[in-house]
């Protein structure tokens, strides 16, 4: 019996290659992390992102010689990254006109809006009349902060004199604090005794998939090695 090399086929070798991509992509996709889809973690939204159409709490121009931002607050049962905010947002004067307004997440200092933890610019932005059934505004977070379970956190709308904006109603009863600012969020009072404006949070994270067992991963990996070794030469024996 004798033991040669023989060189391998063009084919053989794109075979090999194939066999040994496609290990290599399995092994990757056994323990890359999977990302779960946006989920809703807070809402006082009715179903289908209902809310009040008939009013809501001022920002903006009022025509009371205030600058008015409007705060409301969230807790959170478990910690998670922020994805979006949605705000039911409507025009209530001079309208159609395309606003600049300021969306933010804030932390909490003493009941009231503290800290900017990401803040989203409106500019030039048509919102729907007051009394409409509106789509809400939703800004999109790039930081995807952590908001931590059992903190309290707010979000704020802004805008100037130049704008007259409703932040519309919850529809669902809705009662936790509310804060009002009439210096455009320079400073804030709370709880304002107004009714809560209707908003969501949602969130999104990875949840990364088990580890498969060491034995799993070893057996791919040594199968691999042999296909590299089969690329060089092939042992055949000939009789």
Known sequence: MILTNKIPSSNEKFAARSLATQLFIWAIALVAPSVAPAAVVFTNFGPGLAYDTTGGNAVGNAFD????GEADTFTLGASANLASLKVALSCSV???VAANFTIALTGDAGDQPGAIIESFSFPATT?????????????????HPLMTAGTQYWVTVTSSL????????????DTTDQALSTDGGGTWFAPSGLTPAAFEVDSTAS?????????????????????????????????
């Open 65 to 68: 010689g205030n600058n008015y």
């Open 94 to 96: 001079g309208c159609p």
């Open 127 to 143: 919102l729907g009349i007051l009394g409409g059934n509106n789509a809400p505004v939703t800004a999109n977070s790039v930081l």
């Open 162 to 173: 130049a704008y007259s904006i409703a932040w519309n109603w919850n529809s669902i009863n």
């Open 207 to 239: 949840t990364t998939v088990p580890e498969p067992g060491a034995g799993l991963l070893l057996s791919g990996g040594l199968l691999a090695c042999v296909l590299c070794k089969h690329l060089s030469a092939k042992a055949t024996f000939l009789r």
